[in-house]
């Protein structure tokens, strides 16, 4: 069972078009976070989220926790052929503080 | 992401040898992480430590695979008896405490022959 569910799995689209992924739980999670992550990196983190609500902005991406604290969405405006990467959500679940990764969205931004 | 190391970046071992992976965390970071990944695929989670304890290792299989954080030097994870299922990217992470965000190193590409 899957903990953090990301979609969709794939995503290709035209360099300037918008787009959202989604990551979605029946958990709640204190925090969210997203990583992106290039062909043979490491996940680099882009955001938290903590409060449930919250919105926030880093330039074109924009990050939303839902009120309930289940669920987060990515927004990216006018992607770039510089944004393809691998999008991970991952939350702190458990007692013990275990960082869990949602399985992720492939982007592919094409010039 | 620098700033937490991995070594070597890549390693190829033969079937039934043993693989040792190092992860220097932050300075300052006594919590580290390590995830497994296939191609395609996301983070799986597979042990936690903090200096000298293993706080879960839930994910991690039962046999072949340890894993030590010292008090002094990398954290170590090991696989004994490689088989080629093992072939894949391990990365580790670490964060200064618990339920922290975490930073992560480039990984270690390991290849079973």
């Known amino acids: 069972t899957q903990l953090l569910e990301q979609s969709p799995q794939f995503l290709s689209i035209q360099e300037g078009e918008n787009l959202t992924v989604y990551c979605n739980s029946s958990?709640?999670?204190?925090?969210l976070q997203w990583y992106r992550q290039e062909p043979g990196e490491g996940p680099v983190l882009l955001v938290t989220v903590v409060t449930g609500g919250e919105v926030k902005k880093l330039k074109r991406l924009t990050f939303q926790f839902g009120d309930a604290r289940k669920d987060s969405s990515l927004h990216i405006t006018a992607a770039q052929p510089g944004d393809t990467g691998l999008y991970l959500c991952a939350g702190v679940w458990g007692s013990q503080g275990n960082l869990i990764f949602g399985k992720g969205t492939k982007l592919s931004v094409k010039p | 992401n620098a700033g937490v190391m991995q070594n070597p970046r890549h390693l190829v071992r033969r079937r039934g040898q043993e693989a040792r992976l190092r992860c220097s965390p932050m300075k300052g970071h006594s919590h580290v992480y390590w995830y497994r990944q296939l191609p395609e695929e996301g983070l799986k989670f597979m042990v936690y430590l903090q200096k000298e304890n293993i706080i879960d290792e839930s994910g991690m299989p039962k046999e072949r695979f340890s894993a030590e954080f010292p008090k002094e030097g990398p954290s170590i994870l090991r696989i004994q008896q490689v088989v080629r299922g093992d072939s894949a990217a391990y990365f580790c992470a670490s964060s200064p405490h618990k339920n922290t965000e975490a930073f992560f190193g480039q990984g270690t590409r390991l290849t079973v022959v």
């Open positions: 958990s709640v999670f204190s925090s």
